[in-house]
Each structure stands twice: as structure tokens, then as C-alpha cells.
T-cell receptor, first 112, second 115 residues
């Protein structure tokens, strides 16, 4: 079945450091891929998405490229801020289904 | 656009009572709504999927008689936790999507505490 694997956290960085959060997936066909962010005490917000191979999703300085050859959708940001501290979820939506399948989430903590 | 609200944001109730949580899509028609449960430091667990006007489809292990879901209109779905017990305490999150859009938009969540 479909599944998503994220790197274990927590990830602790200093402000302005480079961020990578790894995400790999297993799916049949061509799923859509998403990154969601959850700030403390809040629900999930869509951060970015990509719907086909080689697409790059980007938002608020974050980027992720849909790599079918490596079945990956790693999240990157060149310079993190304290306000980026949150839990980040990688997710996929299979071709045939409507439900999202989430990774376990990666907690990012950025200090000044 | 694509705003989803939940009400209440926080609720505390006594064991044995029922609690209703509302999920509304404010600026789009939600043909499909999803209910998730999130445990501390855990990912989201899909509880059920509901299409407007149809019975909800529950995930394996989720008691449909305990977690009643109604999706009466294209903008409103409700989750009722019946005869709540302390182990039902959790963060419940809904999401909604419209026909032809593969993105789910999430509500802010409802923190349920059962005493």
C-alpha cells in the first residue's frame, strides 16, 4: 500500500541555517505530494504541493521537488527563522484515493 | 480562500456525555470532508471520510456508533463523540476538499478533554 516516511526529529537549528527534511514515499502510479505545517496548538496548513514528477512546489522560502526516480519529496529552506519552528508533515494522495496519507511529522526548532 | 473552521476550539466534558464538533468550509463547497485524530507527538490518524449526502466511510478500528459523522450540506460536517470517556481525549481535526481539487484544507482543530 501507499506510505510516507519522514526523517525522525526533532531537528534543531540556529537562525539562518539551511534546512532539509527528508521525505520518501511508496505508491503505485503517480500520487500528488504535499507538505503541511502545524504551528503549536493549531491545525495543519498547506505549505506546498506538487502533482507530477519534476514539479517543484514552493512557498514562504520553502521548496520541494517531486523526484519519481528516488521517490522523494524533500523539504528545503535556505535560511530558517525562529518563526519556522513547527511540525512539518509530508503527505501523499494516491491516484485512486481521496484520503491523504501522512508521514509521522518532523518537529523543527529554530533558535536565535 | 479555502478556509475551514471548527467549533468549538476547545471543549471539556464529563465522562459519559456526548460532544458535537462542527466543521465548516467557509468559502468553498466541500464535497468531501475528513475527520482525523491526532495524539500527542503523533501523526494524524484518519478516522473517516464523508461525502455530502452519503454515509461516512470509517477506517478500520474506528467505532462508527461512537463517532457519529454527519455531512448534511456542502459546507458542514459534524462529528459527535457519544458517551465520551477519558481515552477519547484528543485533538480532532477536520479537513475538506472540493470536487476536482486534490488539496485538503484543514480546520484549526478541536481539543477535547474528557474528565
Amino acid at each position: 500500500g501507499n506510505s510516507v516516511t519522514q526523517m525522525e526529529g526533532p531537528v534543531t537549528l540556529s537562525e539562518e541555517a539551511f534546512l532539509t527534511i527528508n521525505c520518501t514515499y511508496t505508491a503505485t502510479g503517480y500520487p500528488s505530494l504535499f507538505w503541511y505545517v502545524q504551528y503549536p496548538g493549531e491545525g495543519l496548513q498547506l505549505l506546498l504541493k506538487a502533482t507530477k514528477a519534476d514539479d517543484k512546489g514552493s512557498n514562504k522560502g520553502f521548496e520541494a521537488t517531486y523526484r519519481k526516480e528516488t521517490t522523494s519529496f524533500h523539504l528545503e529552506k535556505g535560511s530558517v527563522q525562529v518563526s519556522d519552528s513547527a511540525v512539518y508533515f509530508c503527505a501523499l494522495k494516491g491516484q485512486a484515493g481521496t484520503a491523504l496519507i501522512f508521514g509521522k511529522g518532523t518537529t523543527l526548532s529554530v533558535s536565535s | 480562500g479555502a478556509v475551514v473552521s471548527q467549533h468549538p476550539s476547545r471543549v471539556i466534558c464529563k465522562s459519559g456525555t456526548s460532544v458535537k464538533i462542527e466543521c465548516r468550509s467557509l468559502d468553498f463547497q466541500a464535497t468531501t470532508m475528513f475527520w482525523y485524530r491526532q495524539f500527542p507527538k503523533k501523526s494524524l490518524m484518519l478516522m473517516a471520510t464523508s461525502n455530502e449526502g452519503s454515509k461516512a466511510t470509517y477506517e478500520q478500528g474506528v467505532e462508527k456508533d461512537k463517532f457519529l459523522i454527519n455531512h448534511a450540506s456542502l459546507t458542514l460536517s459534524t462529528l459527535t463523540v457519544t458517551s465520551a470517556h477519558p481515552e477519547d481525549s484528543s485533538f480532532y481535526i477536520c479537513s475538506a476538499s472540493s470536487s476536482g481539487d486534490d488539496t485538503q484544507y484543514f480546520g484549526p482543530g478541536t481539543r477535547l478533554t474528557v474528565l
